[in-house]
C-alpha cells in the first residue's frame, strides 16, 4: 500500500481570472522517516530490558538475594523479570485510555517519563543488607513500572510504517523497526562487559552495575524528543488518523477479532521463544555451570548482537520474496532444529557454548525481523492500533515472559533437554498458528 496523502486544509484560491493556480504537493508521511522514529524508540525501550536482564543474572542475586544460594538467586531475579511483561497489556490498556482523552503525545511523554524513572531508581535502590526485603520490593516495583511504561508507549508507528510501505517491500519495512532489539541489547551489553572486565567484583557490585540503569535515563530523554518530533506533528497525526490507527474498544475487538488476537499472539512464538533463550537465559548457565570468564562471554554475545542487526536485513530480503508468513513459517522449523542441538552445544564447553550464541543470533535476526505484526492485516482497519499493541503484549507474555525462569529452572533439575523442549514447543505453536490463520484467509 503506498502512503497516503496529507488533504489540503482549505481549497486552493482562485485567481481573477477563475483559474486556479497550480495546487501545491500534498505532503505524505514517508516509510523512512517512519523507521526513523521506530528504531530510535525500539532501541531504548530494549536497553533498559536488556538493562534489567543482565543484571538479574551478574547482580541481583548478590545484591538483592544474598540470603539464598546463586542458583536460587537468579530464579528469583528472573521471577521480577516477568513482572513487566506480565504488567505489559495493562499498561497498554491504561495509554489507550490516556491516548482518548488527552492525546497521543500525553501518552507517550508520561510513559516514556515512567520507563526512564523506573529504569533510573533502580540504580539508586538499596541493597538487601541496607533495607532488607523493602530492597526487593522497590525492585520489584520499578519493574511493574517498567512494564507499564512499555505498554503504555505503542505510539502506532509500526503499523503505520507498514501501511506505508511499498506493496513489494513490506517485509523490508517491517524489518526496519526490529532493528531495536540487538541494538538495544548490544549498548546494555557492552556497557556491562565494561564495567566487569575494568572493576573488581566488589567494586561492580557495590556501584558498577549502577551506572548502566543510570545511562537508561540519558538514553530515554533522546528517545522521548525523537519520537514526539514524528507523533505530535500535525502530518503525522492526519496520517495516523486516516489510517484509523486509534483506541478502539476493547471488548468489541475481542468480541468481534478475538481469534486474531489469538493467532497473532502465537504466530511469532518460535522466534520469541528463542530471543531470551540466547541472550538472558545462556549468561545464567555460564555464570552457574561453566568455567568461560563472563567477559568473553559478554564479548561473544556483543558479537552475536552485531550478526543479529545484519540478519534482519536479510529477513526483509526473505519475506519480499516468498512472504512473511512462509518465511516465519521456514524459521520457526529452523528454530526447532536448533533447539535440538542445544543441549549439545551449551554442554559443550565454551566452543559449544559461543557456537549456540554466534547461531542463534543468527536465527533471532531472522525471524525476529519479521516477527512484528505478522498478522495483524487480519484486523479490520478501526482495531488495527489497539489489536497489534494487545497482540505483541500476548506475545511477549506467552513466548518470552518466563523463557529464563522456566528454562534456568527446568535445566537445574533435569538437563538442558528442557531448552529443547521449551524451542521446540514454540515451532509448534508458530506452525500450527499460521496453519489456522492461512484456514481462515481461504474461509473469508
Known sequence: MTSHSIPLP????????????????????APGDIAVGVVIGRASEYFDFFVFGIASV????????????????????????????????????VGMWIQSRFGRSAKL???????????????LLPNYQTAGVVAIALLALCRIGQGLALGGSWDGLPSLLALNAPEQRRGWYAMLGQLGAPLGFLIAC???????SSLSSQDFLDWGWRYPFFAAFAINVVALFARLRLVVT??????????????????????????????????????????HIVTVFPLSWVMLYSQQEIGEFLGVQIIGALLAAAAMPLSGLLADRIGRRSTLGSLAVLIGVFGLFAPLLLGGGTLGQDAFILVGFVLLGLSYGQAAGSVTANFLPRFRYTGAAL??????????????????????????????????????????????????????
Request: charged share 10%; with cysteine; proline share 6%.
Open 109 to 123: 511523554s508520561s510513559a516514556l517519563l515512567l520507563l526512564g524513572c523506573s529504569t533510573v531508581a533502580m540504580a
Open 391 to 444: 497482540t505483541a503484549d500476548m506475545a511477549w507474555l506467552i513466548g518470552a515472559a518466563f523463557a529464563p525462569l522456566v528454562a534456568l529452572g527446568l535445566s537445574a533439575r533435569f538437563g538442558l533437554v528442557a531448552v529443547s523442549l521449551y524451542l521446540v514447543s514454540g515451532t509448534v505453536c508458530t506452525l500450527l498458528a499460521l496453519r489456522a490463520n492461512r484456514a481462515l484467509s481461504l474461509k473469508d
Open 190 to 196: 557492552s556497557l556491562f562487559a565494561y564495567s566487569w
Open 58 to 93: 551478574l547482580v541481583f542475586p548478590a545484591v538483592f538475594f544474598p540470603f539464598v544460594d546463586q542458583l536460587q538467586g537468579t530464579l528469583y531475579a528472573f521471577m521480577l523479570f516477568a513482572l513487566a511483561f506480565v504488567a505489559r497489556p495493562v499498561g497498554t490498556l
Open 234 to 275: 500535525e502530518e503525522y497525526e492526519q496520517e495516523l488518523n486516516a489510517n484509523e490507527l486509534q483506541p478502539c474498544s476493547v471488548r468489541e475487538l475481542v468480541s468481534t477479532q478475538g481469534n486474531n488476537l489469538f493467532i497473532g499472539a502465537f504466530a511469532a512464538l518460535a522466534s520469541f521463544a528463542l530471543f
Open 10 to 29: 482549505y481549497p486552493p484560491a482562485t485567481s481573477a481570472a477563475g483559474a486556479r493556480p497550480p495546487a501545491e504537493p500534498a505532503h505524505s508521511v
